[in-house]
């Protein structure tokens, strides 16, 4: 299947949805998981999964692309909180708003609190909500500090937060960060580079769900966790 017809088919799939019934989020959630699993394979990306994925709760992860999106929905329904800039991506943006992405907008207190309130409604809904709370993607060289302050919601509905970890493994041994999309690349550019690259694997990871006491805890040893999850990958990749 070719990239061009996935789109297509993923873009069907979406008319079939809203012939259905209410766009729900469980809905929204199941269609951008089958749509990505769909993309991914038109692009002849290899997927590893380790550890199981949660059904609920908060998933923190580390970021180094927009393919993070991607892999992430196929790995299971969810649904993200993400910049408001992918809004204007072609078709990611798309996808992004009828999986029911919540668009943060950088450096805006009300944007913050929006997504907050709607982070605490969603918690208590069966698809997980994933955030990166690095706050931008990276090279890989390092995961990022994790800004806390969407932790609040996980911690003050008591819900489980899921550390997890995404690593890119090139054919021939490349580097991780020739797909890792950060700095002032443009989108389109990348994306072109990306759909170029030799085949790929794309590796998620998932750690042990758990309760914290205060977002600072959280983001702190999520951050711990998600570096052992990273470290871990790169051991595996090297035997």
Request: glycine letters at 10%; proline letters at 6%.
């Amino acid at each position: 299947m070719t990239l061009a017809l996935a789109l297509t088919l993923t873009i069907l799939r979406y008319g079939w949805m809203r012939l259905g019934g209410p766009l729900t989020l469980e809905r929204r959630a199941q269609w951008l998981h089958e749509a990505s699993c769909s993309v991914l394979a038109s692009m002849g990306v290899r997927t590893r999964v380790r550890g199981t994925p949660p059904a609920g709760g908060l998933v923190v992860s580390n970021h180094l692309s927009y393919l993070d999106i991607v892999l992430y929905s196929a790995a299971m329904p969810c649904c993200f909180v993400a910049k408001s800039e992918i809004e204007r991506w072609p078709y990611f943006g798309w996808a992004a708003r009828v999986g029911g992405t919540l668009f943060l907008k950088r450096g805006s207190l009300a944007s913050a609190e929006r997504v907050a309130a709607e982070m605490s409604r969603r918690l208590s809904l069966p698809p997980p909500v994933l955030l990166f709370p690095e706050g931008t993607s990276s090279d890989g060289n390092a995961v990022l500090r994790f800004h806390n302050g969407l932790f609040e919601p996980a911690v003050r509905a008591a819900v489980p937060v899921t550390p997890a970890a995404v690593r890119y493994c090139l054919a021939g041994g490349g580097a991780e960060r020739d797909l890792c999309w950060y700095g002032d690349e443009g989108f389109l550019p990348h994306l072109w580079k990306t759909l170029g690259a030799r085949r790929f694997t794309a590796e998620v990871r998932f750690s042990t769900p758990r309760l914290y006491a205060n977002r600072r805890a959280a983001a702190l040893e999520t951050h711990a966790e998600v570096e052992a999850l990273r470290a871990a990958g790169a051991g595996d990749a090297r035997r």
